[in-house]
């Protein structure tokens, strides 16, 4: 059975683990000190710590579907407030993916209510043009990146960010896309203050 296989590889990677180092597991009982607060989707395949090579304790995850970012939601708004007041993260980073089942949703105006009231913010990004336009796999690639661009816009624009930044405390809000067909991230947006948003298109 499938959770047995989980259960047995966790057994393994703790014996790893503690083979590498005794107080592995006691330090990161200590606390936890990350570097980034990182919002992206719930899809299966883009899981945040096996794209980046993050260890345990770098990354502080928000997960949703289509990593939509609302400040209307308040266990978003909650995570937000812990990563920037809390934590101190000096990153922001909201990653979006290729061929994503939430962004397709919107697109196709998924008639199941709840998630069509989630995915509004993304449906309301489409254009009359892409609505009709028959390349739906290019239509949702730019979908993907406008909601991650989107996301940084309403983040910059959010209390504890703009907090962190009348402070003058060191934050960066970061857009990027993966690629699931190359596994690569695309950089789309780098923003470190209220007024300073630069380009990154970089693989």
């Known amino acids: 059975m499938f959770p047995t296989r989980l ?9 790893n683990r503690l083979e590498l180092n005794v107080r592995y597991f006691e330090r990161l009982a200590e ?18 710590e096996e794209i980046t090579g993050a260890r345990p304790g770098e990354l502080f995850v928000h ?20 990563a920037l007041e809390v934590l101190k993260v000096p990153h922001v980073i909201v990653c979006g993916h290729s061929n994503c089942g939430g962004v ?20 309301s990004l489409l ?4 609505l009709t336009d028959p390349d739906k796999d290019a239509v949702c690639l730019e979908l ?3 909601n991650v661009r989107r996301a ?9 960010v703009q907090a962190r ?29 209220a007024s300073e948003s630069t380009a990154a298109a970089t693989h």
């Not at 259960?7 to 014996?15: C, D, F, G």
């Not at 997960?63 to 812990?82: C, E, K, M, Q, T």
């Not at 940084?152 to 504890?160: G, Q």
């Not at 405390?169 to 470190?192: F, K, Q, T």
Request: charged share 20%; net charge neutral.
């Open 104 to 123: 397709r949703g919107a697109l196709d105006n998924h008639p199941e209510p709840c998630l069509s009231q989630w995915l509004g913010p993304i449906r």
């Open 165 to 193: 930044w009348k402070q003058a405390s060191p934050l960066a809000i970061h857009g990027w896309v993966y690629h699931l067909d190359s596994g690569y991230l695309e950089a789309l947006e780098e923003r470190r203050s």
């Open 127 to 130: 254009t009359p043009g892409e």
């Open 31 to 48: 606390g936890q000190s990350p570097q980034a607060l990182w919002i992206g989707c719930c899809d299966s395949r883009a899981p945040a």
């Open 63 to 82: 997960r949703n579907i289509a990593n939509i970012v609302r400040a209307d939601d308040p266990s978003f708004a909650g995570v937000l407030f812990y």
């Open 152 to 160: 940084v816009n309403v983040l910059s624009e959010m209390a504890p």
């Open 144 to 146: 993907v990146k406008k």
């Open 7 to 15: 259960r047995l590889y966790n057994k393994a990677w703790v014996a």
